[in-house]
């Protein structure tokens, strides 16, 4: 008999906690102290500005009252804009749409604010509803700065967080190229005897076996030479000649033997470049 009751109050609690999210999102995401910054500012060039009217206003009072209501505007606006771009997604599929109709609902709203304010900074009476739907007029002007920045500091901290994820994610693309790298290169220098392990310098195909040419000597192993190649691909080198394969910091100069192109390298050896793989030496630059 309590199972249904259990059941409905779990379904309570789930909206309320729905609910709290949806509060916490809109005051944490937009980072709601810079916003009061932002709005203070904003009413201070408003208030310098002495529109509808108020030029012949003492300039702390015409301050203090749009930065106040400017203060107000971003609790009313911010909130409001949010939670219509949540909760109409699926029924308007353009953003600003969905944006402009947080603005008017949340001018509806402040339109009842301003003429309160406007009693209470310059000591006046007023006809309140009347005031209500020029004070509509105020609101929107308001409403559309307040908007504007909104969405300028949300595009601003936008951008910042996809190319935050751009570099991160190139980070991270660079290092997994690299342990690859290092993983393949580790597993065609396996081959080679301990003692003349060292810096890869290049390779020679010799028929069936590979001749592999390191700082500290050079080891021949049954190996194909294009199973190397793939071994290779992400390490800094390049093919030479159907039979060569060199590591770019390994060429020291280049020398010339009639239409012949040859490379040499830092062990002395001395490496042929075919007419196909010339233009790629030549990228090089080496000389």
Not at 19 to 27: D, E, M, P, S
Not at 111 to 119: G, H, Q, R, T
Not at 257 to 272: A, I, M, Q, Y
Request: some cysteine; glycine content about 6%.
């Amino acid at each position: 008999m309590n199972e249904p009751k259990t059941g409905s109050v779990q379904l309570a609690n789930r909206e309320i906690n729905n609910k709290i999210q949806l509060l916490l999102i809109i005051f944490k995401e937009k980072n709601f102290l810079q916003g009061i910054i932002s709005m203070v500012v904003a009413g201070s060039i408003i208030g310098l500005l002495a529109p509808f009217g108020m030029v012949d206003i003492a300039l702390p009072i015409a301050l203090s009252f749009w930065i106040l209501t400017c203060v107000i505007g971003y609790v009313i606006y911010s909130p409001m804009i949010d939670i219509s771009d949540q909760f109409l997604t699926k029924k308007i599929k353009q953003r600003w749409q969905r944006i402009a109709i947080g603005a008017l609902i949340a001018s509806v709203i402040m339109s009842f604010v301003v003429p309160l304010l406007s009693a209470l900074f310059f000591n006046v009476t007023i006809d309140y509803l009347s005031q209500v739907g020029s004070a509509f007029i105020q609101t929107s002007l308001i409403g559309g700065v307040i908007t504007i920045i909104s969405l300028m500091r949300q595009l601003i901290g936008q951008q910042r967080e996809q190319l935050a994820h751009s570099q991160k994610m190139l980070a991270e693309q660079k290092l997994t190229i690299a342990n690859s790298s290092n993983q393949q290169l580790d597993e065609l220098m396996a081959k080679v005897p301990l003692e003349k392990r060292g810096k890869l310098l290049c390779l020679e195909m010799d028929d069936h076996y590979l001749r592999i040419y390191t700082s500290r000597g050079e080891h021949l192993t049954l190996m194909r030479f294009k199973d190397a190649l793939s071994l290779l691909q992400h390490y800094e080198g390049l093919q030479t000649h159907r039979s060569w394969w060199v590591a770019t910091d390994a060429i020291v100069g280049v020398q010339k033997e009639g239409r012949k192109t040859l490379l040499r390298l830092s062990n002395d050896v001395v490496v042929p470049v075919s007419r196909t793989f010339q233009a790629k030496v030549n990228e090089l630059g080496v000389s």
